[in-house]
């Protein structure tokens, strides 16, 4: 399915009928918000979810990053990236890429070592990679024998938007 999809989704329990239409997103938490209703359990189990608000972030990183259309996702002038970590570049670099993807800028959401690398200019990338996988902040994503691709997964966009975004937005405030 593309990003783009519009989904229609009917579910029928004990004569109670409900239909979801919208995004693949806007249906799954309306049917998500419609089974914890019908079941407590599936409520307690959806707290322990990490959800990314897609609007929230992009109110969050207003300021900090700018897309054009000509060139991709950029720091705009008095954003000073030298206040993060190797470790906080690379994870910024990644966010950048997903949020491409989300809004159609890039048609993958992945990155190879080499383009993080070019654009982070982080030392040791591979190496950052490795650790970041190994803390769920990023997955590989690639197929046996390919070289590898890395992308932001939710949990690590939570946590550089509890770790490393406050180093960027004490100047754009």
Avoid at 61 to 89: A, H
Wanted: hydrophobic share 40%; glycine share 6%; charged share 30%.
């Amino acid at each position: 399915m593309s990003k783009n999809e519009h989904l229609k989704a009917t579910l029928e329990w004990e004569g109670k009928r409900a239909e979801f239409e919208g995004s693949s997103e806007e249906v799954w938490r309306c049917l998500n918000r419609f089974l914890s209703e019908i079941n407590p359990k599936i409520a307690s189990l959806s707290d322990l979810i990490i959800k990314i608000n897609f609007l929230e972030l992009l109110n969050k990183l207003k300021g900090i990053i700018q897309i054009d259309k000509d060139v991709g996702p950029v720091v705009p002038i008095g954003v000073d990236i030298t206040k993060l970590n190797d470790i906080e570049k690379t994870v910024f670099v990644l966010l950048t890429r997903r949020i491409m993807y989300m809004t159609n800028f890039s048609d993958k959401e992945t990155m190879k070592v080499g383009e993080v690398e070019k654009e982070s200019k982080a030392k040791n990338v591979g190496v950052l990679l490795s650790q970041l996988t190994t803390q769920k902040i990023v997955q590989n994503v690639s197929e046996a024998g390919k070289k590898a691709a890395y992308r932001i997964t939710d949990y690590g966009i939570q946590w550089f938007i509890s770790k490393a975004l406050k180093k960027l937005q004490s100047e754009t405030q």
